[in-house]
Structures are given as structure tokens and as C-alpha cells.
């Protein structure tokens, strides 16, 4: 997954989603949860072209991911405890970047994983 539009269009297909731009912005979309409107991918344009999308991470696997992939860094403009910036430059499959965007999903959902 290295494109924005597969990000949003995974995080759309999940239960009660809706994308928004609440920066005037258009660099910034983000996928929220329709119930509490909390937002739980944040997508960007990086200066060096790369996409990259924050994702909410419970903090006993926030070093997980972190050690993983390098590509995994801690949340750019957000708390490094609880967010992670996952960079789409192809190094992570596919299934681990649809993972923790769905990890992500059900923190701010509330459900349990």
C-alpha cells in the first residue's frame, strides 16, 4: 500500500466512516468514526513525496510496530505515546499496514481486539 487512495478506501470500507478535511487543507484527509467523530488515520503528502498516515496505537504495541518496520516512526504532530506514523513507501505489506489502521479503527471505535 503506497498510495492515499487505497488508505482511504480501506478505512472508508470499515463500519459508521467518513472522510474529512477539517484543516482547509486538502494535503491533510482524515478517516473518522461517524458515533464519536474521533479521527483515527490522518493522510498526508510528506515534503519528500512520500504518503504517510497517522494511526492510533495502543502504547504495548506502539514499539512493536516501531521496531518492525522502519518505516514506522513516532505520530508526526500528535502524542508519540499513543500515535504512529506509518510512511507508504512499499517496505510494509499490505495486511501490516491494513492491520494497524484497523487497530487503530477500534481504539477510537472502542471495541476490543
Given at each position: 500500500?503506497?498510495?492515499?487512495?487505497?488508505?482511504?478506501?480501506?478505512?472508508?470500507?470499515?463500519?459508521?466512516?467518513?472522510?474529512?478535511?477539517?484543516?482547509?487543507?486538502?494535503?491533510?484527509?482524515?478517516?473518522?468514526?461517524?458515533?464519536?467523530?474521533?479521527?483515527?488515520?490522518?493522510?498526508?503528502?510528506?515534503?519528500?513525496?512520500?504518503?504517510?498516515?497517522?494511526?492510533?496505537v495502543?502504547?504495548?504495541?506502539?514499539?512493536?510496530?516501531?521496531?518492525?518496520?522502519?518505516?514506522?516512526?513516532?505520530g508526526?504532530?500528535?502524542?508519540?505515546?499513543?500515535?504512529?506514523t506509518?510512511?507508504?513507501?512499499?517496505?510494509?505489506?499490505?495486511?501490516?499496514?491494513?492491520?494497524?489502521?484497523?487497530?487503530?479503527?477500534?481504539?477510537?471505535?472502542?471495541?476490543?481486539?
Open positions: 500500500m503506497t498510495d492515499r487512495e487505497a488508505v482511504l478506501r480501506y478505512c472508508l470500507s470499515l463500519p459508521d466512516t467518513y472522510q474529512d478535511a477539517p484543516f482547509h487543507d486538502e494535503n491533510w484527509q482524515l478517516v473518522r468514526y461517524r458515533k464519536n467523530k474521533k479521527a483515527f488515520a490522518w493522510t498526508y503528502k510528506w515534503k519528500d513525496g512520500t504518503v504517510r498516515v497517522n494511526v492510533k495502543d502504547p504495548q504495541w506502539r514499539d512493536f510496530w516501531r521496531q518492525a518496520y522502519e518505516s514506522v516512526i513516532p508526526y504532530h500528535q502524542n508519540k505515546e499513543h500515535w504512529n506509518v510512511i507508504l513507501d512499499g517496505s510494509i505489506p499490505d495486511r501490516d499496514v491494513k492491520r494497524m489502521l484497523a487497530e487503530s479503527y477500534d481504539l477510537v471505535a472502542g471495541k476490543k481486539s
